[in-house]
C-alpha cells in the first residue's frame, strides 16, 4: 500500500498495516502532555534549582521522547537507558523477569522523568523505577504514549498519552515490527490475516 506523508512524499506501507493515532493526533496529545509535564519541571527547578533527569527508554521511547521534551519550557539532563525483559526461574517457577542496562547512571538526589513508548503489563517501568529509587532518586515519575488497558493493570503511569484495549502490535514511531517500520510517523495496528 502506498501512502503520502504530510509533505507529499509516498511512503511504501505494508497493507496489513492500519493507522491507530495519526501523527496529526500524537501532535496534538504530546504538545497537551508537554504542557502539563512542563509546569511539574518549572515546579521542581522552583523548588531544587535542579534540572528534571529524562531518561528515555531505548529504543522504541526515542521518537516520544525527541518530540515530548522540545515542548518543556525548562532546562532538562538526558540520560537513556535500556532494557531487557526475559523469563527466569526461581525455585522451580518461571517468572518474568526485566534487565536494566544504565551503567554509570547518576540519580542521587534527583528528580527523574522515565519516558516510554508502551505500558503493556507495566513490568519494564516498574523495575526501572524500582532500580532507580535504589540507585538513590528523589522522586521519579513516568509518562507513556499508549498504556494498554488490561484487567489487572500491574503498574500505572503518571502520565498517559493514548489508551488502547486490544492485544494489537503497534507499530511506528519508534516501535517497531520485527525491528522495521520504527520511522513511520503515525503509530499503527498490525490486523493479522489479511
Not at 489487572?152 to 514511531?173: A, D, L, M, N, Q
Amino acid at each position: 500500500m502506498t501512502s503520502f506523508n504530510d509533505s507529499g512524499s509516498a511512503r511504501q506501507i505494508p497493507a496489513n498495516f492500519a493507522i491507530q493515532y495519526s501523527a496529526n493526533e500524537i501532535a496534538i496529545r504530546i504538545k497537551a502532555l508537554g504542557a502539563e509535564i512542563g509546569r511539574w519541571c518549572q515546579r521542581v527547578w522552583g523548588e531544587s534549582h535542579t534540572d528534571v533527569l529524562v531518561i528515555p527508554v531505548l529504543r522504541g521511547g526515542v521518537f516520544f521522547f525527541a518530540d515530548l521534551v522540545r515542548e518543556f519550557p525548562t532546562s532538562i539532563e538526558i540520560a537513556p537507558v535500556r532494557t531487557e525483559g526475559y523469563e527466569a526461574e526461581t525455585s522451580g517457577v518461571q517468572k518474568a523477569s526485566v534487565a536494566v542496562y544504565a551503567d554509570g547512571l547518576a540519580v542521587k538526589g534527583r528528580v527523574v522523568l522515565v519516558v516510554d513508548d508502551v505500558c503493556d503489563s507495566g513490568r519494564t517501568l516498574e523495575a526501572l523505577e524500582r532500580e532507580l529509587m535504589e540507585r538513590g532518586a528523589r522522586e521519579v515519575r513516568t509518562v507513556v504514549l499508549i498504556r494498554r488497558l488490561l484487567d489487572r493493570p500491574s503498574f500505572v503511569p503518571c502520565w498517559i498519552g493514548f489508551e488502547y484495549k486490544g492485544p494489537e502490535w503497534f507499530v511506528g514511531y519508534g516501535m517497531d515490527d520485527g525491528q522495521r517500520w520504527r520511522n513511520l510517523p503515525a503509530v499503527h495496528i498490525i490486523k493479522r490475516g489479511c
